[in-house]
């Protein structure tokens, strides 16, 4: 699969961690930044991960924060983009199954780095159910409609 990835300062080591889990796992991995601990803000990270999924350049995205809330938030503003924050599999399995999560969102000082790569792997595993779920996450894109005019 090809993947985005996004961080903010507080995320690069986990990061590091979780780019180099999804590649051992045979993933492909575009690496929007940001590259250092350098102080810097997680809406920049989180716009360039959650276009290159609305644009098809990538199947699906991770972004990562200190809490996984600011850079969800940001990459939920770009349009067919559903970015959801998860602290555990159970979420993350559900983020798929339900809500057909494009972005996966967690926190680096929420969640250890294995913890995290089990949240990454549930969410990859799970399949977007459809049926019922299908109509509630058309009635999410119709809120986008209504809201650009
Ligand atoms: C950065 O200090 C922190 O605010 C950011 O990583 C994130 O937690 C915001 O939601």
Redesign the pocket.
């Given at each position: 699969m090809k993947l985005g990835i996004g961080n903010?300062h507080?995320?690069y080591g986990m990061k590091l961690e979780i780019k180099q889990h999804l590649e051992s796992l045979g993933h492909e991995v575009v690496d929007h930044g940001t590259h250092s601990v350098e102080r810097t803000d997680?809406p920049t990270w989180g716009r360039l991960v959650a276009e290159g999924v609305a644009s098809g350049e990538v199947e699906a995205g991770i972004v990562i924060?200190?809490?996984g809330?600011?850079?969800s938030i940001a990459a939920n503003k770009v349009r067919g983009v559903r970015c959801c924050v998860c602290s555990e599999p159970y979420s993350a399995r559900m983020a798929r199954e339900h809500n057909d999560a494009n972005v996966l969102a967690f926190?680096s000082?929420v969640v250890g780095v294995e913890l995290a790569k089990m949240i990454v792997d549930e969410w990859l595993a799970a399949d977007f159910l459809g049926g019922r779920h299908a109509e509630r996450v058309a009635m999410i894109g119709a809120i986008e409609t209504d809201h650009d005019r």
């Open positions: 903010d507080s995320a997680y924060c200190g809490t809330i600011g850079i926190g000082r």
